[in-house]
């Protein structure tokens, strides 16, 4: 098959790729363009720890070909923080113990993100079934949800 050219922003910056019709959006941002803090989990869009976002969306990258991001923006884990430093989510998740391994923690923050555009002030429930699609093997999700929920307060006074 041939390849194909894409272009979208991936954490504000225009890219241009070529991939194949049946390319992964998880494989370009890894191994073609090395950002490997969307990691490969399960394959099968059950972990979550691919998840970026795209166009506004949540999505799991394992599971979305990369010609689906044409003309598309993309937000993984390294662009949450700015030059001023880390995101608010990145810090709750370090100041509430919000990780262990750490496996999980670019799918969760990105999700995370997501899910504050969407429920800026989340009880503790919104937030468990706002991130029942990340899957965390450590934590036992108590810190990951007073992250969440740190980060949320911490952003509603920004």
Do not use: W
Not at 83 to 109: D, K, N, R, W
Not at 111 to 133: C, H, K, T, W
Request: contains cysteine.
């Amino acid at each position: 098959m041939a390849k194909q050219h894409i272009m979208f922003k991936l954490n504000g910056l225009p890219i241009d790729a070529l991939v194949e019709p049946r390319e992964l959006l998880v494989y370009v941002i890894r191994d073609q363009l090395g950002l490997t803090g969307t990691h490969v989990g399960c394959d099968t869009s059950h972990c979550g720890a691919c998840t970026v976002d795209l166009n506004g969306q949540s999505v799991k990258s394992c599971t979305v070909l990369a010609i689906q991001a044409n003309n598309g923006e993309v937000l993984t884990v390294e662009g949450l923080a700015d030059a001023s430093g880390l995101h608010v989510l990145q810090q709750a998740f370090i100041e509430e113990h919000g990780l262990q391994c750490g496996f999980c923690t670019p799918g969760m923050l990105v999700r995370a993100y997501r899910f504050l555009q969407e429920n800026p002030n989340p009880s503790d429930e919104e937030i468990r079934v706002g991130m029942s699609g990340n899957l965390c093997r450590c934590t036992g999700y108590q810190n990951i949800i007073k992250a969440v929920k740190s980060a949320a307060r911490q952003l509603q006074q920004a």
